[in-house]
């Protein structure tokens, strides 16, 4: 094994031979050698590398990879390292401004901060690192894209803010990190096996003093991107808000640990010690997070659909048989490239393409001017080209950083604030009505399959069970708007505690009493 805090099984390019990396490997901090995280179909590859602690062997050490890197791309393109340290917040800024935002939202009255309660919210810096996060990312897909570069993301230990930045570029270059499925395969790839220290940073030990709140900061960048482009991700803001809660339940082997070898070599001693055979297992197996069904009922999951999500294919029936429209399906991949750090409002100046002293990257040359276009640089130009279309909800998603576009997650960070919550009000209103539009669609495209009798395509649900949870129709159908409905719905309540206001969930009913959290299914037999 080179690296306790490295997944047992990694990709590096294949230049590289296996006595290299285990030379190389003590040079790093963490022993972490370069990981490859995703590739796109030009060739460009993302990269993930911790620093090299080896002054004497740094420009040797860092040139070999580069080269590496090099050859593994069809174009032998150059590679572009971005040195996430000196770029973006570190963990403990994110944590003061966790701390503050906390206070603002959650421990101070309304009423004695309404007045200033905007410049209180700008004070705590929560947002600006949200756009930053973003703004760099954006960067870093426009030379992945355009500039058909490798790009390398260099931080100290390379386990914290380079899996914040190689999840989101992923989630704006590849639509399959859009889905469920690919969400959550991100997640595991990225944070879980890749070493990001959820036993720290979460402190669910108590005693630790590097906590940061680093993977909340990566689902609200997620959740800016869902608001701006609605109909591009598969998962609702629910489920955003369930899998942060999903972190701070210490019952989970997905988020328990720093890394996977960590929880191996912690729960066999574990076993040892209470005299629990393990047979060929690898340490004591945990429940995952993403086994929903140990939290949810089936009904309470349907809230994790986004009803304004349209997929890669839309299934109709034509004469009698289904046929389905399929966009044009672009397959991606990725590796390694960096970009300059500063993107104002989604543009960079020119001095800012420039590559740091000692830097190994070439000068970024900007794009040749067309005829009729300013002298404007590479990158601003393919901002303004990107937004002056209409988004392709099945390609890149660029972010937009403007101040009326970058929000507070509402549902997130007010669902516990009786004062903030708005009866029949906010966002799930509209969640509402979509839901129950796709139901009817659902509903309709059923009856009429069973009409010309063709039969219901295999990743179709059952005919009588609905994938909204909202539904037009059947026993238990939402015809107006529900009375018990608010814009922290479905986890505040809106009055008496008893009343069908809650969507619980059977591991909360566990922790915290029947009487207050019933599952939706429970209240609907009990009505």
């Known amino acids: 094994m080179i690296s306790?805090?490295?997944?047992?099984?990694?990709?590096?390019?294949?230049?590289?031979?296996?006595?290299?990396?285990?030379?190389?490997?003590?040079?790093f901090v963490g022993r972490r050698m370069p990981l490859w995280c995703w590739s796109h179909?030009?060739?460009?590859?993302?990269?993930?590398?911790?620093?090299?602690?080896?002054?004497?062997?740094?420009?040797?050490?860092?040139?070999?990879?580069?080269?590496?890197?090099?050859?593994?791309?069809?174009?032998?393109?150059?590679?572009?390292?971005?040195?996430?340290?000196?770029?973006?917040?570190?963990?403990?800024?994110?944590?003061?401004?966790?701390?503050?935002?906390?206070?603002?939202?959650?421990?101070?009255?309304?009423?004695?901060?309404?007045?200033?309660?905007?410049?209180?919210?700008?004070?705590?810096?929560?947002?600006?690192?949200?756009?930053?996060?973003?703004?760099?990312?954006?960067?870093?897909?426009?030379?992945?894209?355009?500039?058909?570069l490798s790009v390398i993301l260099q931080e100290?230990?390379?386990?914290?803010?380079?899996?914040?930045?190689?999840?989101?570029?992923?989630?704006?270059?590849?639509?399959?990190?859009?889905?469920?499925t690919g969400f959550q395969s991100l997640i595991q790839k990225e944070w879980v096996m890749a070493g990001y220290q959820f036993l720290d940073r979460c402190n669910h030990l108590k005693r630790s003093e590097k906590e940061s709140p680093l993977f909340l900061l990566f689902l609200d960048a997620t959740w800016q991107l869902l608001e701006q482009y609605p109909a591009a991700f598969e998962f609702s803001e629910t489920y955003l808000a369930v899998l942060y809660d999903s972190t701070r339940i210490s019952l989970f082997g997905t988020f328990l640990f720093n890394c996977p070898h960590q929880r191996v070599k912690q729960s066999t001693e574990f076993a040892i010690s209470k005299n629990i055979q393990l047979g060929d297992e690898k340490g004591l197996k945990f429940p995952s997070v993403w086994d929903w069904s140990l939290q949810f009922t089936a009904k309470d999951c349907t809230l994790f659909h986004n009803p304004l999500y349209i997929g890669k294919s839309s299934?109709?029936?034509?004469?009698?048989?289904?046929?389905?429209?399929?966009?044009?399906?672009?397959?991606?991949?990725?590796?390694?490239?960096?970009?300059?750090?500063?993107?104002?409002?989604?543009?960079i100046s020119d001095q800012e393409l420039l590559p740091r002293r000692n830097s190994l990257v070439l000068k970024l040359k900007p794009e040749p001017p067309q005829q009729g276009e300013s002298q404007s640089s590479g990158l601003e130009q393919y901002f303004r080209d990107w937004f002056s279309k209409p988004a392709d909800l099945h390609?890149?998603?660029?972010?937009?950083?403007?101040?009326?576009?970058?929000?507070?997650?509402?549902?997130?960070?007010?669902?516990?604030?009786?004062?903030?919550?708005?009866?029949?009000?906010?966002?799930?209103?509209?969640?509402?009505?979509?839901?129950?539009?796709?139901?009817?669609?659902?509903?309709?495209?059923?009856?009429?399959?069973?009409?010309?009798?063709?039969?219901?395509?295999?990743?179709?649900?059952?005919?009588?069970?609905?994938?909204?949870?909202?539904?037009?129709?059947?026993?238990?159908?939402?015809?107006?708007?529900?009375?018990?409905?608010?814009?922290?719905?479905?986890?505040?309540?809106?009055?008496?505690?008893?009343?069908?206001?809650?969507?619980?969930?059977?591991?909360?009913?566990?922790?915290s009493g029947a009487k207050i959290w019933l599952s939706t299914e429970t209240l609907a037999n009990e009505d």
């Open 315 to 347: 299934p109709c029936i034509h004469n009698g048989s289904v046929k389905s429209f399929k966009r044009t399906k672009k397959s991606y991949s990725s590796t390694l490239r960096g970009l300059p750090s500063s993107l104002r409002n989604g543009v």
């Open 41 to 148: 179909n030009n060739g460009s590859a993302l990269v993930r590398m911790a620093l090299i602690k080896d002054a004497l062997q740094q420009r040797k050490i860092d040139q070999r990879i580069c080269n590496a890197i090099t050859k593994s791309h069809p174009q032998r393109s150059d590679v572009y390292k971005s040195d996430l340290d000196k770029t973006l917040p570190n963990i403990q800024e994110v944590q003061a401004a966790f701390v503050k935002l906390k206070q603002l939202c959650v421990n101070e009255p309304f009423e004695e901060t309404e007045e200033k309660w905007l410049s209180s919210l700008e004070s705590t810096r929560w947002l600006e690192y949200v756009r930053t996060f973003l703004k760099h990312s954006a960067e870093l897909v426009y030379i992945l894209e355009r500039k058909h």
């Open 4 to 27: 306790t805090c490295l997944p047992e099984y990694f990709v590096v390019p294949s230049s590289l031979a296996d006595q290299d990396l285990k030379i190389f490997s003590h040079s």
């Open 395 to 511: 390609g890149v998603l660029l972010p937009r950083l403007s101040g009326i576009h970058i929000k507070l997650w509402k549902l997130c960070y007010f669902r516990w604030v009786p004062e903030a919550q708005i009866s029949s009000g906010g966002s799930i209103t509209a969640f509402h009505k979509a839901s129950v539009l796709v139901d009817e669609v659902d509903t309709l495209s059923r009856m009429l399959r069973q009409h010309r009798r063709v039969p219901l395509p295999a990743c179709s649900s059952e005919p009588d069970q609905s994938r909204m949870y909202f539904q037009a129709s059947g026993p238990h159908a939402t015809l107006g708007t529900p009375d018990f409905l608010s814009s922290s719905f479905p986890f505040s309540p809106l009055g008496n505690l008893c009343r069908r206001s809650i969507s619980g969930t059977p591991l909360s009913k566990f922790l």
């Open 156 to 180: 100290e230990e390379g386990r914290d803010l380079s899996c914040f930045v190689a999840s989101l570029i992923q989630v704006m270059l590849d639509p399959y990190f859009r889905t469920v």
